[in-house]
């Protein structure tokens, strides 16, 4: 068990490494290619090449430095919890049907032993919650007392990785704003120019308006993939947590159905036997 789940950490940091890489590289691609926008039909040959994405935010300057830190941060935030919300992590096959073999055998202390071994969701809260099974009660087994210990490790395991996924929804309301302060900058230091100088011209006021604009659409292009990532990440660990109280409840029938197996055939009706 622990030698799979040391290859399992050792593929979670090659996966990280890939994954950034990749974005990475995405990253500058964006920032680097031409402007999707369209160009003046009747351009003669002594033109200037189209200004690139990345010259524009050059062209911000200071302003797009908290916006690239947001989409590091983003990037970054998205490839930690898809390494951590995987099914090996919170409910391996193996151990589940490890387990579900003890508890339907009515090996308690197997089970717990077992479970105490993997440091993966579902161990953990069987080696929290099992303890808690009242062999003395065969009616329930002390189920109530189980699943509040369940509880427990619920709220006080949740928390921790609801904190790194909320990180994105963070990202994903304050980059907006970002990019709407650079905006407003922007645009101030429009008027302040059409103030001093008396009239608009437009290559004074281009740098100003290039600031308002690239910050807006950064901000944008930051906060839509981190909401969307932020209620992906959310309904997948939902779903993992889930799956790993419903084999919890699967194995506490298992061992219920074994206990109370001669008084669940004692109630059989003479006329349904075969």
Not at 142 to 154: I, K, L, M, N, Q
Not at 162 to 191: D, E, R, S
Not at 213 to 233: D, N, Y
Request: aromatic share 8%.
């Amino acid at each position: 068990m622990k030698t799979s789940f040391l290859q399992s950490q050792a593929q979670s940091r090659r996966q990280f490494f890939l994954w950034s890489l990749l974005l990475t590289v995405i990253g500058f691609l964006f920032y680097s290619a031409p402007e999707l926008l369209a160009q003046d039909a009747a351009a003669d040959a002594e033109e200037e090449a189209p200004a690139t994405m990345f010259d524009n935010v050059k062209q911000a300057g200071i302003w797009m430095v908290p916006l690239i830190i947001a989409s590091i941060a983003m990037v970054a935030l998205i490839v930690y919890n898809f390494i951590q919300l995987t099914a090996s992590k919170f409910k391996p096959e193996d151990l589940k049907m490890a387990l579900l073999d003890h508890m339907a055998n009515c090996r308690v202390v197997s089970a717990i032993e077992v479970a105490s071994t993997s440091p993966t969701y579902l161990g953990r809260m069987l080696a929290s919650a099992l303890p808690h099974v009242d062999a003395t009660d065969p009616d329930t087994l002390g189920r109530e007392e189980v699943e509040d210990a369940v509880a427990e490790f619920t709220i006080r395991e949740n928390r921790n990785h609801m904190t790194w996924i909320g990180y994105l929804g963070v990202i994903g309301q304050i980059a907006p704003m970002l990019g709407l302060l650079g905006t407003v900058v922007g645009m101030m230091g429009a008027f302040n120019k059409i103030g001093a100088q008396g009239q608009a011209d437009p290559s004074a006021l281009a740098e100003n308006i290039g600031l308002a604009m690239v910050t807006t659409a950064s901000g944008l292009i930051i906060a839509i993939p981190s909401v969307f990532f932020f209620f992906f990440l959310r309904n997948r660990f939902n779903g993992l947590v889930a799956a790993c109280h419903q084999d919890m409840a699967d194995m506490l029938d298992a061992s219920h159905q074994a206990v109370n197996a001669d008084q669940a055939m004692a109630k059989v009706p003479e006329g349904l036997q075969a």
